[in-house]
Nanobody, 115 residues
Framework: QVQLVESGGDLVQAGGSLRLTCAAS????????MGWYRQAPGKEREMVAT???????NYANSVKGRFIISRDNVQNTMSLQMDTLKPEDTAVYYC?????????WGRGTQVTVSS
C-alpha cells in the first residue's frame, strides 16, 4: 500500500521560508508524476507545483519565483522549498503521486503565514 507523509509545515512570518517534504513508501516516487497542492479554508484545492517523472516542473503563477519543487528518486522523497512566504500562502499542503492506475494523496501539513 502506498503511503505519502508530508512534513515541514509550521507557523512563519511573512517573508520567511519553509521546506516541505513528502516521504513515500516503496519506490513510487521514482516512477510517478508528483505534485504539491494546497487548500485554504473555504477554498478549493489548487495546484501549487508539479514535477514529472522526467523532471519537468510546473508552477502556479502565484508561487513562480518563490517556490521550488524537487524530487529525490533514491530517497523516495519530494520537497517544496518555499521562500518569501505571504499570508495568502496559508493553507494545508498536500503531496500527490499520480500513476497510470491511481492518484495517491497524503494527509497534508499546515502552513500558516502571519502578516
Amino acid at each position: 500500500q502506498v503511503q505519502l507523509v508530508e512534513s515541514g509545515g509550521d507557523l512563519v512570518q511573512a517573508g520567511g521560508s519553509l521546506r516541505l517534504t513528502c516521504a513515500a513508501s516503496g519506490n513510487i516516487i521514482s516512477f510517478a508524476d508528483m505534485g504539491w497542492y494546497r487548500q485554504a479554508p473555504g477554498k478549493e484545492r489548487e495546484m501549487v507545483a508539479t514535477i514529472t517523472y522526467g523532471g519537468s516542473t510546473n508552477y502556479a503563477n502565484s508561487v513562480k519565483g518563490r517556490f521550488i519543487i524537487s524530487r529525490d528518486n533514491v530517497q523516495n522523497t519530494m520537497s517544496l522549498q518555499m521562500d518569501t512566504l505571504k499570508p495568502e500562502d496559508t493553507a494545508v499542503y498536500y503531496c500527490k503521486a499520480a500513476t497510470t492506475w491511481h492518484d495517491y494523496w497524503g494527509r497534508g501539513t499546515q502552513v500558516t503565514v502571519s502578516s
